[in-house]
């Protein structure tokens, strides 16, 4: 296929680095060998790699907030878990689908600007509320080219990788052709979120649903979910929308104002949203992702009556 460089920083070799370092040295081999790779995504999402005055803001608080484990915390502990990651069929599978992922718009004819594209697995924070709420293991791919995986390492979270690098790969790809907007709406958030979802599904069946889809039944959605976020559809801003996209008790940890809605009500809204545009126009998710929002909004009216 067309030339992709798929470049993996091996957080595992860096991990038992860390693990091994006095304490005084973890942060900084953390930041500069685990974080530097990244630092265009950090940059993008304001966030420095290394603070501008001690104990500030930098990458490291930045990522302990999102659910990843501290590098403090990296030690003699962490071992079982390092040695999990240090096995290359964890890191082949992963480059296997980023390229099968990418491939399969490249098949379809679709020219992509990106060609590098980075990626790494960072241990979670097994006692973060967001690493529990997603059992165990999570993605952020908004930033194309450049992909963070983070997990609990177990035969569950392990086996669910693959899926998750789909739905990440679909954020990379989708952002290289529509432009990311600060004012984003709810119902253009769901949309993002949903074409990743059943791109993955696409890729991998509908049994391995992200638990930010399969712990809401279809009951639930219909009778309650979807009324009140056909009501917030419109509102911009991650203040006015986080309540919405990720429930209340996302919200409520940052701060935000709770609105009634159960874990990841919107990204659950957002897959079977997409999944009712797809059965209606016949498209190919492919193609789909690829669309503006306003054309899918139009078609998917029905949807909330």
Not at 70 to 86: A, G, T, W
Not at 199 to 217: H, I, K, N, Q
Request: charged residues 25%; hydrophobic residues 40%; negative net charge.
């Amino acid at each position: 296929m067309v030339n992709m460089n798929i470049i993996e920083i091996r957080s595992d070799k860096i991990y038992k680095k860390i693990m091994d370092a006095p304490i005084n040295k973890k942060e900084d081999i953390y930041r500069y060998e685990l974080m530097k790779p990244f630092e265009f995504k950090w940059k993008c999402m304001n966030v420095p790699i290394v603070a501008r005055q001690k104990g500030g803001y930098d990458v490291i608080i930045a990522s302990e907030m999102l659910g990843v484990l501290s590098p403090k915390d990296i030690d003699e502990k962490q071992k079982k878990n390092i040695n999990v990651l240090s096995a290359d069929k964890i890191w082949g599978t992963c480059k296997e689908t980023i390229e099968n992922s990418i491939n399969a718009f490249i098949k379809e004819g679709y020219d992509l600007n990106i060609k590098d594209y980075k990626y790494s697995i960072l241990l979670a924070n097994p006692n973060s509320p967001y690493t529990i709420l997603s059992d165990g293991y999570w993605g952020d791919g908004g930033i194309p080219g450049y992909i963070f995986l983070s997990l609990v390492p177990n035969e569950y979270t392990i086996n669910r990788l693959p899926v998750l690098i789909a739905h990440e790969c679909n954020h990379n790809i989708r952002f290289q052709f529509i432009e990311w907007n600060n004012n984003i709406t709810l119902e253009e958030m769901m949309i993002n979120e949903g074409l990743a979802e059943n791109f993955a599904t696409w890729m991998f069946g509908e049994e391995m649903l992200g638990p930010w889809v399969s712990r809401t039944d279809i009951e639930t959605l219909n009778t309650y979910i979807k009324p009140i976020i056909k009501s917030a559809l419109k509102e911009t801003g991650f203040q006015n929308i986080t309540s919405y996209l990720y429930g209340d008790d996302i919200a409520k940890m940052q701060g935000y104002f709770p609105v009634g809605l159960p874990y990841c009500a919107g990204y659950a809204c957002g897959y079977y949203m997409i999944k009712y545009y797809l059965e209606k126009t016949n498209k190919s998710i492919i193609e789909a992702t690829l669309l503006p929002y306003s054309e899918i909004i139009e078609t998917v009216k029905e949807f909330w009556e």
